[in-house]
């Protein structure tokens, strides 16, 4: 598939915030964090503003974008209008504990159960906009449901990334918080790790030989491409990245967003003086490598369509 940046930086960007708001109100509920109010300007605004700037991002890719709206009506099948409703669902709780929490100084009782359920409503969200891609049969590399694992575990472990940051600067890094990334982390790590595997060794589910059932006389190839020039599906549906270039990029990827983080926050844990340093790094680092992962998301997927091409 084509990988649309305003896809890209919708998926990514909102997924730090959606990351941010599950952890806020979790950690919050059991008195992890700081009730500074401007600490609490501080979280809220990155987040909502992440999320906000995500999705309104996410409508750049479509053709009439001032119909977005006509797309949350159809809530019963589609799962990108369940995305959008629920997005905006997110927003009502979300608000609300930030009210509390600038305005009033409230963060407990009442304001820690609007908390979780913002965490629940960023968390299906997320499962949302996974879900998505993964119920997309045509697309073999996404209809499966790592896709959802995937997303979510990514989203707190990139959220985890700016909160971490926002603690250090205000010099109240929390170790707890700090193992909770790193959990976050591996646990992000060995499902991304999985679900390459997963689509490297995958069957091809439909060929040219299933698509017309003359798959039994033997290998089926096309004589005559049906196009003389590159169109719009060979360019959206069948984008190529050459496989040299795709093992690069995931070694890439494994390193921005895994490993150079775990290292990090180890040493940081241990040399508190340079903490700041280290986990301003970190959010840093993350941010290059969940870019780099969402683009190969998109371009590692082929549409069966391709097939009609024998791309």
Known sequence: MHPAYSVIFFTTASGVGYGMLILIGILNAFGYLSSDVTYGIIIFLLSLGLITCGLLASTFHLGHPERAWRALKEWRSSWLSREGVMALLTYIPACLLAINWIIFGQTNGVNATTGLISSLCSILTVYCTAMIYASLKAIPAWNTSIVPTNFLLLSVTTGCFYLNAVDVFFGQSSLELLVINLIFISSAAFVKIKYWNLIDNGKDYTTIGTATGLGALGKISVLEHPHSSENYLQREMGFKIARKHSRK???????????????????????????????????????????????????????????????
């Open 249 to 311: 990029l995931r070694k890439i990827t494994i390193f921005f967003l895994f490993i150079l983080p775990i290292l990090l926050i180890a040493i940081s844990i241990g040399v508190q003086r340079i903490a700041y340093i280290l986990i301003i790094t970190t959010a840093i680092s993350g941010s290059i490598g969940i870019v780099i992962e969402r683009w190969l998301f998109f371009a590692e997927a082929k549409h069966v369509v391709a097939n009609y091409y024998n791309s």
